[in-house]
């Protein structure tokens, strides 16, 4: 009885049991189901989103960076190349305890404290999985010192690459100029100009000088690489590969030698000399003393030479040449005596007996000439060679603002030269207009009188000077200044070479022309002002002292360089053509403090023709006082 | 005379093995070499030694298949104490791995004893309840739930909230299978959602509750916990419907898959053999737990029917929680997929739930008078 009740229990247990089985088995099969619908969701409905996902996480694009183009002068010599650098580079990740290891690195290669700086504004700036630099340029020497101990030293490796060098250092700085690090700026910059696509990869970027006026040609044309990446990023392997194409070589119009001459001839003075070519306004040498190494810059100039470079008195960075803005003084006569004659204001044979200074009618303000007592009977030629002030005080009161503005204007004064470096300045060349729109004042009939001999309001550069002379010594052709002859791609393949641009062309009377550049030669002769620079010359050459004031003279009080603070002496100038029959070289020369034109700058002037035309290197001058 | 010495041989070495089931063992095995032999990158040493974890497996399998039920059952309670101590010795001496106090050192090797427990606590919860001879009643299923509930708290502790989950679960099922009253079960659900929200505060460490988190929106941490389910579901979607082909599939290849010979080796099955691969999978896995149904629904006595129950359904719950996690639908949790991804200790504990499966198919089935 008991059995059957066991056994009845047992049956009804079973069947309860195998209840709950097929429950189960429903309840598998459901999730399964739910699984499969899942895997359906996934590998069907959205096989294409994952499989565009699956695309982007594989492939990368890596840019391939080109080499940027290498910089000559004239005769081929290199003035900017490229060439492979070895930096320390550390992951921070990677690496326990940074300082200690930093400390024990400095055992063997050498961390300056600005290197320490430098990494750690790095390291916050970045994540810390990123290779960081902490040193750039290593030697031969300690690459191979790290190579043998890198074990030491997880984290950190020698990485290679291209760094720009400019060999020839200060002497071309003002031109070349130099690359830097990309900022964002500069990438602000890029994409606004939709330039930024071919910087994928590039880390610099001209800054200054050619490197920045001809960046696009440099640069190149970045490549592009697919490649396949693991989940860290590694590449795998290459899918396709557009190869980048090299940045065009330049060919510079620049001839060194003429350069290093002109630097020479300068000796320890400060100033700027400016040499081209008047029948196509190629630049022949372009200085600016003191210069600076540009290749301190290329990596990120370090806080102390960049203290020493921007605080110094000497002003390394500004490029005088350019954009050092002087009154002309009396350079600015030749356009004077130009104006006179084609606006019928003077005649050739006009001649006045000069008393040493010239007043307004009314006025008992004398303007004086630089000589006291006067020179004399004074004709045109005579007023050049001498360099006649009154002469000019005179010719401007006859002329008046206007004439002389819209006239002297027209040889480049107080405009752009379009000179193909960046940051030329327009220096200034007085009107009522400006004098009105800068001051609020009216133009006074005195301030045309200071006009006249390259005073008072006039600013202009060495460039605007030189450029200025070109139009008087190739009978009034404007080319616009230009360091690039030639510009030929990797391949040598010939690009461009048509930088030669006539702007424009000023119509001047052959006849007015000959006598200013006849009269300029005498300036060079016996009885001129620069006739002791142009003693003995195997060539005939012409030119103009000036002197451009730096402080100005009280009424009634003598100019006394001996008792004026060296750096507030005058500025010398000269600029000159030659040879004078058919000119193949314009220069200016300004010696900042140099005194007086004729025997500071026209000296200079002198040595630097002189390798123009017969190759002797000047020795270093001597500096005066 | 040898062809009779062969046979016999033959038959004492196949006596107690379900080849029906142990087919749909080695399939599935198979595929977890084909599969660990391209998410390894080729390596045949993984595979050598994923085999030897098999071989160990299938012999810890064969041994227990020849165990007749009745000293299996004999075992079940001293495995359980042995199990509670180890944990206690865990829990006073156990060594720290990633924060969590899991292993025994015991000279020569490390053990987890959790792992034991897996096996252990269903064996000894069916052995209760046989032992009650009769009809169960609720006092019963305290006792059970008593005897389930020890070694949980002990393995929460470590903290080891995967593990201790996965025995709360087998240890459900031998309740469930003896015949828990639905209503309870209704009961306990309701107690279950009520409580979570208090565990969710209370109960558990930061990771565990990013996990969670992390599975309801994977985007919001996508290179943190959520990358690995991202990455995943990267795989299993790009694969489409016919795969990418075996060795072939990118995400795999190029280590966007965590662990993609162990927990996320379906990822890598999945993106290189599509849906078509999928289905084919889960109908063997389909078909392996419905060899273990009928054996759990043939078996004789009370003990063998409920151990049979709860290791088939923990099996099917190994699979589905894995692939579930993989394809992005549960939480991460490392578990792995049953007889496919590599490692020695699922294997074997998996063999060995196997192994007395076969036992209850290939005993003589008494039928206690």
């Known amino acids: 009885m008991n059995d059957t009740v066991e056994l009845r229990d047992h049956i009804r247990e079973i069947r309860y049991f195998r209840i709950r089985l097929i429950i189960s088995a429903i309840v598998v099969v459901v999730l399964f189901g739910l699984l499969l619908g899942r895997f359906f969701y996934l590998q069907v409905s959205q096989a294409e989103h994952y499989t565009t996902l699956a695309e982007a996480n594989r492939i990368a694009i890596q840019p391939l960076t080109p080499n940027r183009g290498i910089i000559f002068d004239r005769n081929g010599e290199i003035l900017a190349q490229n060439y492979t650098a070895y930096t320390l580079e550390i992951v921070p990740d990677q690496v326990k305890d940074l300082d200690a290891a930093i400390d024990e690195l400095a055992t063997i290669i050498e961390i300056t404290p600005e290197d320490r700086r430098r990494f750690n504004k790095l390291k916050r700036d970045n994540t810390k999985f990123k290779s960081l630099p902490i040193r750039s340029r290593l030697t031969d020497f300690e690459v191979a010192r790290f190579a043998e101990s890198q074990y030491r030293f997880p984290g950190m490796d020698i990485k290679a690459y291209p760094l720009r060098h400019y060999p020839k250092g200060e002497l071309v700085s003002h031109v070349i100029g130099y690359i830097g690090r990309i900022s964002d700026k500069d990438l602000e910059q890029l994409e606004a100009d939709k330039r930024l696509k071919n910087y994928h990869g590039s880390t610099h970027i001209g800054r200054i000088g050619i490197e920045k006026s001809y960046e696009s040609a440099l640069h190149g044309q970045t490549g592009f690489e697919q490649v396949e990446t693991d989940a860290v990023g590694r590449p795998v392997r290459t899918l396709s590969r557009v190869a980048p194409v090299a940045g065009s070589d330049l060919a510079l119009s620049l001839d060194i030698g003429l350069q290093q001459a002109a630097v020479q001839a300068f000796g320890d003075y400060r100033g700027a000399l400016v040499a081209l070519d008047p029948s196509n306004g190629e630049i022949l040498a372009f200085v600016s003393k003191p210069g600076f190494d540009p290749n301190l810059f290329v990596d990120g100039i370090d806080h102390l030479n960049w203290r020493l470079l921007n605080e110094s008195i000497d002003r390394p960075l500004n490029n005088r040449a350019l954009r050092g803005v002087y009154p002309p003084g009396s350079t600015f006569k030749p356009f004077m005596a130009l104006a006179g004659l084609e606006l019928g204001k003077r005649s050739l044979g006009y001649a006045f007996n000069d008393p040493g200074f010239f007043s307004l009618p009314g006025s008992s303000h004398r303007f004086r000439d630089w000589k006291p007592g006067g020179h004399g009977w004074v004709d045109l030629r005579k007023s050049l060679v001498i360099s006649c002030d009154t002469y000019y005080y005179m010719l401007a009161h006859d002329l008046g603002i206007t004439n002389i503005h819209d006239f002297i204007g027209q040889f480049g004064f107080g405009k752009e030269t379009g000179i193909d470096i960046p940051g030329e300045a327009a220096g200034l060349l007085p009107s009522p207009e400006w004098k009105k729109r800068r001051f609020n004042q009216k133009w006074l009939p005195g301030d045309t009188i200071s006009v006249g001999i390259g005073q008072g309001f006039n600013l202009s550069t060495p460039l605007q000077l030189t450029f200025a002379m070109m139009l008087l010594a190739n009978d009034g052709k404007a080319y616009r200044p230009h360091f690039v002859k030639q510009q030929v791609d990797h391949y040598n393949n010939l690009v461009k070479d048509d930088f030669v641009e006539e702007v424009y062309r000023l119509n001047l009377k052959p006849e007015y022309l000959n006598y200013v550049r006849q009269a300029l030669a005498d300036v060079t002769r016996p009885g001129g002002t620069a006739s002791r620079a142009g003693a003995n010359t195997a060539y005939t050459f012409a030119g103009k002292t000036g002197t451009s004031q730096v402080i100005n003279i009280k009424q009634g009080e003598r100019y006394n360089a001996s008792k004026i603070d060296e750096r507030h002496r005058d500025h010398a100038l000269f600029t000159a053509f030659a040879p004078v029959e058919s000119p193949r070289i314009v220069l200016t020369v300004l010696v900042e403090n140099g005194g007086s034109g004729g025997s500071t700058a026209a000296p200079i002037a002198r040595k630097v023709l002189d390798y123009f035309f017969l190759g002797t290197m000047p020795e270093p001058a001597e500096k005066a006082g | ?369």
């Open chain 2, 1 to 369: 005379m040898i062809p009779l010495n062969i046979k016999k041989v033959w038959l004492y070495f196949t006596r107690h093995i379900d080849n029906f089931l142990l087919a749909g063992i080695f399939l599935l095995m198979l595929i977890g070499l084909i599969v660990l032999y391209s998410a390894t990158g080729g390596s045949s040493a993984r595979v050598t030694s994923q085999l030897i974890n098999m071989a160990i497996a299938c012999a810890v399998m064969w041994v227990v298949a020849n165990i007749p039920l009745q000293r299996i059952m004999r075992m079940a309670f001293p495995l359980y104490v042995l199990g509670i101590v180890l944990l206690i010795a865990v829990a006073l001496f156990g060594e720290i791995q990633n924060g969590a106090r899991r292993w025994l050192n015991l000279g020569v090797i490390h053990v987890q004893p959790s792992e034991l427990l897996k096996i252990a606590v269903p064996l000894m919860m069916a052995w209760y309840f046989d032992k009650t001879h009769t009809a169960l009643r609720w006092r019963d299923y305290v006792v059970a739930a008593l005897i389930l509930l020890l070694p949980v708290v002990f393995i929460v502790r470590q903290p080891d909230l995967g593990t201790a989950l996965l025995i709360l679960i087998s240890g459900f099922y031998v309740i469930f299978l003896a015949g828990l009253s639905w209503r309870v079960m209704a009961g306990l659900t309701v107690a279950v959602a009520v409580s979570l929200p208090v565990l969710w505060s209370f109960g558990m460490h930061d990771y565990q509750r990013k996990r969670i988190m992390t599975m309801l929106d994977p985007s919001q941490d996508a290179l943190g916990a959520g990358y690995h389910t991202i990455q995943s579901s990267i795989a299993i979607g790009s694969g489409g419907i016919a795969g990418k082909g075996w060795m072939k599939g990118t995400q795999s290849q190029l280590d966007f898959l965590p662990e993609p010979s162990t927990d996320f080796i379906f990822s890598v099955f999945s993106e290189e053999f599509g849906l078509i691969g999928n289905s084919l999978l889960l109908s063997l896995y389909l078909i392996v737990i419905g060899r273990c149904l009928v054996i759990a629904a043939s078996a004789p006595t009370r003990f063998a029917r409920l151990v049979a129950g709860s290791i088939t359904l923990t099996f099917f719950t190994y699979v589905f929680v894995n692939m579930g996690m993989v394809s992005g639908i549960l939480p991460v949790v490392g578990i792995p997929l049953p007889l496919i991804s590599y490692g020695g200790t699922s294997m074997v504990t998996i063999l060995l739930g196997f192994g007395i499966l076969m036992s209850i198919q290939t005993h003589p089935k008494l039928v206690r008078t």
